[in-house]
């Protein structure tokens, strides 16, 4: 199951209204949304690209709650087609979450052998990009994407070795191509390629830079907006478009919130959660 993350910390920062709608663009199993619920009388517009996660929480039929299977990046037409109004708070929790990892079978875990799709909805999957991209453009999305240092030698390997089908076939050409200081860190030598691929099959940063303008105009004035991110790329956006409308925003989160000690030994997925948020003016 997934646990909500920083879930006391976005409450707080939505600043519910008590007949206020307000919008989930990250529906995923609810955790946020069922809070905000207990929280106002008005409606909440929950949006979820991944249909086996939609399809899910759609049968739960969560009363106020009007789900959508879409992608948030086309906020301003699923607001429109909803007729929604009144939006007093938007939030984002940007990402995978522990479905993806447990249970779609998908490949988005190096930790079992699957196939490579890594995808949330979208028809681009990581076997397509891996086995048809060119090692220069493989190469920019390691670099780009997983800010991946051995992007080079990694997407050298990946060219000699394809085609490859599997999250452990990957793993093996990752650790072929990387030394070996590099497979003993913290973090497993995995996780920056996994990330770029996982980023570009979902097209995960365009998607956040569409939808931060559109969740702005939509907001009523006086009205929150928190975004919750898990890598430097995405915290990266928010940062700066919160900084570029400092005219029309006013900052509620100097530098971004992170979770205590004790949130990150409950959930360890909470451990790079960064929150900002903004207010209205
Ligand atoms: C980190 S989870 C959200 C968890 C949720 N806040 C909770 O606590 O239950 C992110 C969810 O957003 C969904 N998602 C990712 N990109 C999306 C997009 N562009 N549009 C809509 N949903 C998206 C993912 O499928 C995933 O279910």
Same mark, same amino acid.
């Given at each position: ?34 809070? @905000? /619920? ?8 929950? =949006?979820?690209?991944? $249909?086996?996660? !939609?399809?899910?929480? *759609? +049968? ?29 708070? @938007? /939030? ?8 993806? =990892?447990?249970?779609? $079978?998908?490949? !988005?875990?190096?930790? *079992? +052998? ?168």
């Amino acid at each position: 199951m997934h646990i909500p993350v920083l879930l006391k910390e976005t409450i707080e920062y939505l600043d519910i209204k008590e007949n206020g709608n307000y919008i989930d663009c990250t529906l995923n199993g609810g955790g946020h949304t069922k809070e @905000i /619920l207990k929280r106002t009388k008005g409606k909440v517009l929950g =949006i979820e690209i991944d $249909k086996e996660i !939609f399809e899910k929480i *759609k +049968n739960e039929n969560i009363e106020r709650l009007v789900p959508v299977n879409d992608n948030y990046a086309n906020l301003k037409n699923i607001v429109k087609e909803n007729n929604f109004n009144n939006i007093c708070g @938007i /939030l984002l929790d940007v990402g995978m979450s522990s479905y993806h =990892i447990d249970q779609s $079978k998908r490949g !988005f875990s190096f930790q *079992k +052998n699957e196939p490579l799709l890594m995808n949330y909805s979208s028809k681009l999957t990581a076997e397509e990009i891996i086995n048809n991209y060119s090692e220069k453009d493989l190469e920019k999305i390691l670099k780009e994407y997983g800010e991946e240092k051995f992007a080079r030698k990694i997407s050298i390997q990946i060219i000699k070795d394809r085609p490859i089908k599997t999250t452990f076939q990957l793993i093996e050409i990752i650790k072929k191509a990387t030394p070996s200081f590099y497979h003993k860190n913290r973090t497993h030598f995995a996780t920056r390629t996994f990330q770029a691929l996982r980023i570009e099959a979902n097209k995960e940063l365009e998607n956040l830079e569409k939808v931060l303008p559109q969740a702005l105009e939509l907001l009523k004035k006086g009205g929150t907006l928190v975004a919750i991110s898990f890598h430097s790329l995405e915290d990266r956006i928010i940062k700066n478009f919160f900084k570029n409308h400092l005219k029309e925003v006013k900052l509620l989160t100097k530098k971004p919130i992170l979770p205590d000690e004790k949130e990150i030994q409950s959930n360890p997925r909470a451990r790079s959660a960064k929150l900002r948020a903004i207010k209205k003016l």
